[in-house]
């Protein structure tokens, strides 16, 4: 999962919208914070203790929890799926409270039935690993439920200074999206592990896009205001990061394919 960005500007050239901070590193301080903070309840639990019990029962319990490691590892784990438990019912609070916002858009690539019982969205940045990652799979789960409805958010948020692939892959994308190119560009973009602008228009370019309309459209004020509202529906919902997926307007708490399937199944019941 890769961390949020600010909106996209209000100007048709593909511009930067993010701050810095990718998903594994925002897990990796998460998990150094927990572990801290794990440590400082016990150093603090311990401290009275002896006053509680007598003896040496810090050291005992320092003791044990050198031995059985585990527990810490235990200890951090149910804090983070608290969060996680939290932060997903924060995203469903606001989502129900504004469901206009998951309503569908012509302007996003969308496959399947109109009509579906169940629609997957999917918000997500061509530059993002936990993206890259599950593509594939995600991709074989829209072959094995065609009678679902899969919406495809692009959502760029790794820009950094001059840097704008993310935001020009984005765009790319929807300008092929309006040629009947979508999906081919899309696994493409994903699976290419080094995302530039010529390395962007060399995809274009082997999956038959016109150039020539492609870059109108990415330079866009159309595009520019559809890329904006992507980012305004994100900001609103309190997004933080790709990919996010939601089903039948509710957040997944995984990013995992497997854990899609399952609540599109429930969905389906």
């Not at 930067?16 to 016990?42: D, E, F, I, Y």
């Not at 003791?63 to 590892?73: C, G, K, R, S, T």
């Not at 530039?196 to 459209?217: F, N, P, S, T, Y």
Request: aromatic fraction near 6%; charged fraction near 20%.
């Amino acid at each position: 999962m890769t961390d949020a960005a600010r909106p996209a500007p209000e100007n048709p050239t593909p511009a930067s919208p993010a701050p810095k901070g990718s998903a594994l590193s925002r897990l990796s301080g998460k998990t150094l914070g927990g572990a801290a903070l794990a440590v400082s309840v016990l150093a603090l639990g311990l401290s009275a203790v002896p006053y509680l019990n007598g003896g040496d029962f810090g050291g005992r319990v320092r003791a044990y929890l050198i031995e059985n490691p585990q527990v810490l590892d235990e200890l951090l784990a149910a804090r983070q799926a608290h969060e996680e438990q939290s932060r997903v019912q924060t995203i469903n609070a606001a989502a129900k409270a504004n469901p206009a916002l998951l309503a569908p858009d012509a302007r996003d690539p969308s496959f399947g039935p109109a009509d579906a019982k169940v629609t997957v969205i999917e918000f997500f940045d061509f530059r993002c690993p936990g993206c890259k990652a599950v593509a594939h799979d995600y991709r074989a789960l829209m072959a094995a439920h065609p009678e679902v409805r899969f919406v495809f958010k692009d959502w760029p948020i790794l820009d950094r200074g001059d840097d704008v692939t993310s935001q020009y892959a984005a765009r790319a994308a929807l300008a092929a999206h309006q040629q009947g190119k979508y999906l081919e560009v899309y696994d493409a973009l994903m699976t290419e592990r080094a995302l530039d602008r010529a390395a962007i228009d060399g995809i274009l370019v082997a999956h038959g896009v016109d150039m020539a309309k492609a870059q109108a459209a990415i330079a866009s004020p159309e595009m520019t205001r559809h890329v904006t509202d992507i980012h305004t529906t994100a900001a609103t919902l309190g997004l933080q990061g790709t990919p996010t997926f939601f089903i039948n307007g509710k957040a997944s708490a995984s990013i995992e394919p497997a854990a899609v399937a399952k609540l599109i199944e429930e969905a389906k019941r």
